[in-house]
């Protein structure tokens, strides 16, 4: 039988998911399933210090539950990636939209001319 991450067996998506077996056999020699069935119920039954029964811990019961015998949804993650470049060149940024202009508003005055000057002869920037 190929494992899989889907499984409804948790012993088997734990394999697929690389969980040691030797980490699993170890887990099972000391739990057995009724302890677990027990401390769910016992979280199914819980109330708080006045007396109402505790919700908090009937969800994680149900969820634990459910995890367990019909598997957790499919987690969806957002992957957010960044081309971060550490040394760009001075031609790359005086090609990049913006990064001229940029430049060119830090710099005092009298430069900001002569660069405007020689950017505009080299055909960089429209004057």
Same mark, same amino acid.
């Given at each position: 039988?190929?494992?899989?991450?889907?499984?409804?067996?948790?012993?088997? @998506?734990? /394999? =697929?998911? *690389?969980?040691?077996?030797?980490?699993?056999?170890? +887990?099972?020699? $000391?739990?057995?399933?009724?302890?677990?069935?027990?401390?769910?119920?016992?979280?199914?039954? @819980?109330? /708080? =210090?006045? *007396?109402?029964?505790?919700?908090?811990?009937?969800? +994680?019961?149900? $969820?634990?539950?459910?995890?367990?015998?019909?598997?957790?949804?499919?987690?969806?993650?957002?992957?957010?990636?960044?081309?971060?470049?550490?040394?760009?060149?001075?031609?790359?940024?005086?090609?990049?939209?913006?990064?001229?202009?940029?430049?060119?508003?830090?710099?005092?005055?009298?430069?900001?001319?002569?660069?405007?000057?020689?950017?505009?002869?080299?055909?960089?920037?429209?004057?």
């Amino acid at each position: 039988m190929i494992a899989s991450p889907q499984s409804t067996n948790p012993a088997v @998506a734990a /394999l =697929a998911k *690389g969980v040691s077996p030797a980490v699993l056999e170890a +887990i099972n020699s $000391k739990v057995s399933p009724d302890d677990i069935a027990e401390a769910i119920r016992d979280m199914l039954d @819980a109330t /708080l =210090a006045n *007396g109402q029964k505790d919700w908090r811990a009937v969800e +994680i019961a149900v $969820k634990t539950y459910l995890a367990y015998t019909v598997g957790l949804p499919i987690q969806r993650q957002e992957v957010v990636t960044h081309k971060i470049i550490s040394k760009p060149s001075p031609e790359r940024l005086l090609n990049t939209p913006g990064a001229a202009d940029a430049l060119v508003r830090t710099l005092p005055a009298a430069d900001r001319a002569k660069l405007l000057a020689a950017l505009s002869k080299a055909g960089t920037v429209d004057v």
